[in-house]
């Protein structure tokens, strides 16, 4: 607290994340109402081209235990490789339904988090060549004090990650598969499932990106 401040005033609490983040990111998963469209929601909206899948999974700390105020943001190209971005050349030939940006948050109980989405396809990579498929991932969460970055590449596309030009700057094989998702088809008939765990800390931490 500020020495001259009156007294009466109490010091605001200090976080580094929650519960904030979820009131100022995603109002409705904080039990508020967002003032005009939602704040949170998929990447591509349903009847989008592209064959549709489902991301889910947890992020977990040092000790394994799911963390339940995670929140994240994902990024990735339609099933053409196309962003919705402006510095994209083929912008204009995204499908409206595509937003191409989502956000999700771990559930409060169980810190599972999930999102529908179209599986993008490879994208340019800028000396040449192709990315293999992949969702850029951004998380944070109390204890996090400067967003995470990282990709979840898919685990049905072993030919386009073993050319991928990032995945191959990864000197150990062994830390690579920690961007790689496991794909489960649904019993129910629905979209395949792409199983994606995040590591904060211990042997198996994901890889992180400085970007």
Not at 88 to 94: K, S
Request: aromatic letters at 8%; glycine letters at 12%; proline letters at 13%.
């Amino acid at each position: 607290m500020t020495p001259n401040a009156p007294r009466y005033l109490k010091e605001t609490p200090s976080q580094t994340a929650g519960p904030y983040v979820h009131i100022g990111l995603a109002p409705e998963a904080a039990g508020l109402r967002a003032v005009g469209r939602p704040l949170a929601g998929d990447p591509a909206a349903p009847g989008c081209p592209g064959p549709r899948i489902a991301v889910e999974g947890v992020v977990l700390d040092g000790t394994g235990t799911p963390l339940r105020d995670a929140l994240i943001e994902v990024w990735q190209a339609d099933h053409m490789g196309r962003h919705r971005h402006p510095e994209d050349p083929r912008a204009a030939e995204v499908d409206p339904r595509f937003r191409g940006f989502g956000r999700v948050c771990a559930g409060f109980e169980d810190g599972l988090w999930r999102f529908e989405t179209v599986k993008p396809g490879p994208v340019p990579w800028p000396g040449g060549g192709l990315q293999a498929p992949h969702i850029t991932f951004w998380i944070v969460a109390r204890g996090i004090n400067m967003g995470l970055h990282t990709r979840m590449y898919f685990g049905d596309e072993p030919e386009a990650n073993a050319a991928d030009p990032l995945l191959a700057m990864i000197e150990q094989p062994s830390r690579r598969e920690t961007l790689i998702s496991r794909p489960e088809p649904d019993p129910g008939g629905g979209p395949t499932v792409h199983r994606f765990e995040i590591r904060l800390q211990g042997p198996l931490e994901t890889v992180f990106l400085d970007v």
